[in-house]
């Protein structure tokens, strides 16, 4: 059995009420890519919104795989971007306008495949356009098989990224979706949401 999630050390997250004053007129850019975890994503839009942050969602094709755009266009209340080519309405590329009027990046679930990506400068898609396009604050919520989190290559990643100052929720522990145990399921919706506040409160 994998090791029970260590619920005591999470900050409790606040009430609404306490939280309203932090997160109203925020602007969250959530990325959304390829990992059976995108389904969590739901319920993490739901949690920002909640709590009063205006949520842009951008997804990798891969994540449209696992859930579609109009889940998270319903819960977002806003339309979801996935289309690197597909150019904002006005003179500035959609990818520039989004970075730009964000005040965080959140990446959840984060593959090994986008973080290899993030952390060597490629923007073959809208998602990696915007990381590279954002001067704000980024944080990183790992999840993928636990041989592949522990692989090097994903630990150089994990390293060159912190070292661009940031914040990584690290994944927890249990069974994965491919039937093994380890290191490698996205972190819970409630420790994530705890960190957006962190950051933007």
Not at 75 to 86: I, N, Q
Not at 116 to 125: I, R, S, T, Y
Not at 175 to 185: H, I, R, S, T, V
Request: glycine share 8%.
């Amino acid at each position: 059995m994998g090791k029970p999630f260590p619920l005591a050390t999470l900050r409790a997250l606040p009430s609404i009420e306490e939280v309203m004053s932090q997160l109203v007129g925020k602007r969250i850019t959530l990325g959304v890519t390829g990992s059976i975890a995108a389904y969590k994503a739901a319920d993490l839009v739901s949690q920002l919104v909640k709590y009063g942050a205006e949520v842009q969602v951008v997804m990798t094709k891969g994540a449209t795989q696992f859930i579609t755009p109009m889940t998270l266009q319903v819960l977002s209340r806003r339309p979801v971007a996935f289309d690197l080519w597909a150019e904002g309405a006005n003179s500035i590329p959609g990818h520039i306008e989004i970075a730009d009027s964000s005040d965080l990046l959140l990446v959840a679930p984060l593959t090994a495949h986008v973080m290899a990506e993030f952390a060597h400068g490629l923007a073959p898609d809208l998602l990696t356009s915007v990381y590279l396009a954002t001067r704000g604050p980024v944080l990183l919520c790992p999840a993928m098989n636990g041989k592949m989190y522990e692989h090097a290559a994903t630990q150089a990643n994990l390293k060159t990224l912190r070292s661009r100052g940031h914040a990584i929720v690290e994944p927890a522990e249990g069974m994965l979706a491919c039937g093994y145990e380890g290191n490698g399921k996205l972190a819970p919706v409630e420790e994530i949401v705890s960190r957006v506040l962190s950051i933007l409160g």
